[in-house]
């Protein structure tokens, strides 16, 4: 008998959470709000919102979003390479341990439990990064505590270790949503043109869409609108991509206390 009757599915959803032992790690989750006389700090879920956003750029046929993907791919597996080193550094030097002497797990006996909400696969990336950073900030500071290394050599490597995701995060933040889609290329319209003069030159097989990062979603292509030259005018000043599937990223705003410093 033939089925009458359609099944509904919602979407997949599987419950997160990163945990983090050092107040350094908090920090970078958490950014800096801006004030007076000084800047802000964009932190890891300001990232994870871009990416969302870059994500559902990709989906719409923008080819600044699927450019942009490419270059924060590239940024990722470069800090990645660079925090790798320092682990390599660390890992020196704890094994000046002498073998009489056994150094168990440096963990914060209260840490932070933050819940993600991550819709980007290339955020996802950086939350790995800065669970890495996490673990080198807890050895680190087992190594200063057990005279493996000085105060200053301390803080070099913890900084070191926070520019370089950062630097990640202060790249993302310059991505602009255009409004274009490839077929305003082909047709070499104002909306193209405007983008061009906005944003720079595309390499061509960013345009043809035949180099694409390894995470792109497959583009939903929008059906163009009647009044196309309100549209042409609209693009411009878009920053923002159409809603699809996107997602969010959210954390307790709790921190972990400065004890993990002194453990």
Same mark, same amino acid.
């Given at each position: 008998m033939a &089925?009458?009757? #359609?099944? &509904?599915?919602?979407? !997949?959803?599987? *419950?997160?959470?990163l945990t983090l032992?050092?107040?350094?790690?908090?920090?970078?989750?958490? @950014?800096?709000?801006?004030? /007076?006389?000084?800047?802000g700090i964009i932190g890891l879920n300001g990232y994870v919102s871009i990416m969302s956003k870059m994500k559902r750029g990709a989906e719409q046929d923008d080819p600044y979003s699927d450019w942009w993907m490419l270059r924060?791919?590239?940024?990722? *597996?470069?800090?990645?390479?660079?925090? #790798?080193?320092?682990? /390599? #550094?660390?890992?020196? +030097?704890l094994a000046n341990v002498p073998p009489a002497l056994t150094l168990g797990e440096n963990l914060n006996i209260q840490p932070v439990k933050l819940p993600l909400f991550v819709?980007?696969?290339?955020?996802?990336?950086? +939350?790995?990064?800065? *669970?890495?950073?996490?673990? !080198?900030?807890?050895?680190?500071? !087992? *190594?200063?505590?057990?005279?493996?290394?000085?105060?200053?050599?301390l803080e070099r490597w913890l900084n070191e270790g926070a520019h370089q995701l950062r630097s990640l995060f202060s790249l993302a933040q310059q991505y602009k949503y255009s409004g274009t889609q490839r077929d305003d290329?082909?047709? &070499? &319209?104002?909306?193209?043109r405007a983008a061009?003069?906005?944003?720079?030159?595309?390499?061509?097989?960013?345009?043809? @869409?035949?180099?694409?990062?390894?995470f792109a979603p497959p583009i939903v292509r929008r059906t163009p609108l009647s009044a196309g030259q309100a549209r042409v005018q609209s693009s411009a000043a878009t920053t923002e991509p159409p809603a699809?599937?996107? @997602?969010?990223?959210?954390?307790?705003?709790?921190?972990?206390?400065d004890e993990d410093a002194r453990a």
């Amino acid at each position: 008998m033939a &089925n009458d009757f #359609q099944l &509904n599915f919602g979407a !997949l959803r599987s *419950a997160m959470q990163l945990t983090l032992h050092t107040h350094h790690a908090s920090r970078i989750w958490h @950014g800096r709000a801006q004030a /007076e006389g000084r800047a802000g700090i964009i932190g890891l879920n300001g990232y994870v919102s871009i990416m969302s956003k870059m994500k559902r750029g990709a989906e719409q046929d923008d080819p600044y979003s699927d450019w942009w993907m490419l270059r924060i791919e590239d940024k990722l *597996a470069d800090t990645k390479t660079r925090l #790798q080193a320092l682990r /390599e #550094q660390i890992d020196q +030097v704890l094994a000046n341990v002498p073998p009489a002497l056994t150094l168990g797990e440096n963990l914060n006996i209260q840490p932070v439990k933050l819940p993600l909400f991550v819709g980007a696969q290339l955020g996802f990336m950086a +939350v790995y990064l800065l *669970a890495d950073y996490d673990d !080198l900030a807890r050895r680190l500071i !087992l *190594a200063h505590h057990t005279a493996l290394i000085d105060r200053s050599t301390l803080e070099r490597w913890l900084n070191e270790g926070a520019h370089q995701l950062r630097s990640l995060f202060s790249l993302a933040q310059q991505y602009k949503y255009s409004g274009t889609q490839r077929d305003d290329f082909a047709a &070499n &319209n104002a909306a193209a043109r405007a983008a061009r003069e906005k944003f720079g030159e595309l390499p061509q097989d960013i345009l043809e @869409g035949t180099r694409r990062s390894r995470f792109a979603p497959p583009i939903v292509r929008r059906t163009p609108l009647s009044a196309g030259q309100a549209r042409v005018q609209s693009s411009a000043a878009t920053t923002e991509p159409p809603a699809a599937s996107g @997602g969010t990223a959210a954390a307790d705003q709790s921190a972990p206390s400065d004890e993990d410093a002194r453990a």
